[in-house]
């Protein structure tokens, strides 16, 4: 088989994993950028890096994993660099410019719109470990992907739910 | 809220986003791998600028040495200038490392502190630079041999070299003095921020991030 060759069935094979599992790199997205254009460039970029590092993926974990530490490595520099840039704008009117977009909070049931609200307002990193952990994700594979240790995970979700509590007790 | 379905709400707000978004997968498939991702690549050119102009600059300094071996002044400052050269090329060429070797598949802990470290390394650089301030006597024998054909340290008087000598041992407290304020903690002083040529914020919150990372890691049972 040749090289060319090689290269169009990984990425054939990339391109169906990467369509049975979207719902990650949508999620993860959503939840670290919220401008619909910013979202369409990170999506992009994203679909590269994985495009990019699947020849270096080596399957020793689940494929899942290695899309989650890409999009979630990816969007929290995105959301850092953006975080700086709007510090440099803040003087500029709000609204200015009103993008329509299909899924504002309006549209959403008053549940989702809420979670997803507490979801943006805890930092980033755990933001990372409570989207693996509503996505079902194992404590051994949030391990993995941030690099901690189980037990470290276990604690930070256990925090994570009581501050929801303590956000939806107050709501 | 109901506790129990979290999870069931996620998974709502899953189908909500995957009815409003499509992929286009066909058109992912064209996409053009070697297309070259120019922010790296700046960012790769100026780090080989930067440890090519050291390179060249202390083989430039250990010739220097070699063709005046006779002369023990000589020889000295063109080995201290050349160290202080290798020294700081080595820094860039391990920065060239961390930039090369950045992979977005890495644990994110591991990658964000790369990250951040590549944005903070503007002051390790500056804390190499100031160590050379008590060698300035081996610039000033070196560029007198250089430009003026003058061997500084025959034709000056003993008082005059002994005034120097005093003064690049005063150095010494002075570039320690500086080492320890060029601290990643002073990265959004005034002052730093001028040194860093108008980057101090974006330091600043570089270490910000890197020391919540540290935090985030620690934060046990």
Redesign the interface.
């Known amino acids: 088989m040749s090289g060319s060759e090689r290269h169009k069935n990984r ?2 094979d990339l ?1 169906q994993i ?2 049975t599992n ?2 990650i790199i ?2 993860v997205v ?1 939840s670290y950028c919220n401008d619909p254009n910013d979202q369409e460039d990170l ?1 992009q970029e994203i ?3 994985l ?3 699947y020849d ?2 080596d399957h020793q974990s689940k494929v899942t994993t ?1 899309m989650y ?2 999009a ?3 969007s ?2 995105f959301y ?1 660099k953006s ?2 840039r709007k ?1 440099y704008i803040s003087s500029m009117p709000e609204n200015i410019i009103q993008i329509k ?3 504002n909070e309006e ?3 008053r ?2 719109a ?3 609200q507490f979801i943006h307002n805890l ?1 980033e ?2 933001r ?1 470990v409570m989207i693996m952990y ?3 994700n194992s404590h051994e594979d949030i391990a ?6 189980e ?2 995970v ?3 979700i256990y925090r994570i ?1 009581n501050k ?2 303590e956000h ?1 007790r107050t709501e | 809220m109901d506790f129990s379905n979290l999870q069931q709400t996620w998974s709502r707000l899953e189908q909500k986003l995957e009815k409003g978004n499509r992929l286009n997968l066909d058109l992912l498939k064209k996409v053009n791998l070697d297309r070259a991702q120019n922010k790296l690549k700046n960012l790769v050119w100026q780090q080989a600028i930067t440890i090519a102009f050291y390179l060249l600059a202390g083989s430039y300094f250990i010739h220097f040495s070699a063709i005046h071996w006779e002369n023990w002044h000589y020889v000295i400052s063109g080995g201290v200038l050349a160290g202080w050269s290798f020294i700081a090329s080595a820094s860039a060429i391990h920065q060239l490392q961390l930039i090369l070797t950045i992979d977005y598949s890495m644990p994110i802990l591991q990658l964000q502190k790369r990250l951040m470290s590549i944005k903070t390394a503007i002051i390790k650089n500056l804390r190499i630079a100031v160590w050379v301030l008590p060698f300035y006597m081996a610039f000033v024998v070196w560029i007198s041999e250089l430009f003026f054909r003058i061997d500084f340290i025959a034709v000056a008087e003993i008082s005059a070299l002994s005034w120097n000598f005093i003064l690049s041992g005063l150095l010494i407290p002075v570039a320690w003095w500086m080492h320890r304020k060029l601290n990643p903690r002073n990265a959004d002083k005034n002052w730093m921020n001028w040194l860093l040529h108008g980057s101090g914020s974006q330091v600043s919150e570089a270490l910000d991030f890197l020391r919540e990372i540290d935090e985030f890691e620690r934060e046990e049972v």
């Open positions: 990425v054939d391109i990467i369509e979207k719902g949508y999620k959503n999506v679909m590269y890096h495009l990019e590092g270096r993926f290695w530490k890409v979630l490595n990816m929290i520099s850092r975080k700086t510090k977009t299909e899924e549209t959403m049931d549940e989702v809420q979670l997803r930092d990193l755990n990372a509503l996505d079902g993995e992907v941030l690099n901690l240790s037990s470290n276990g604690t930070k739910k929801l509590k939806f």
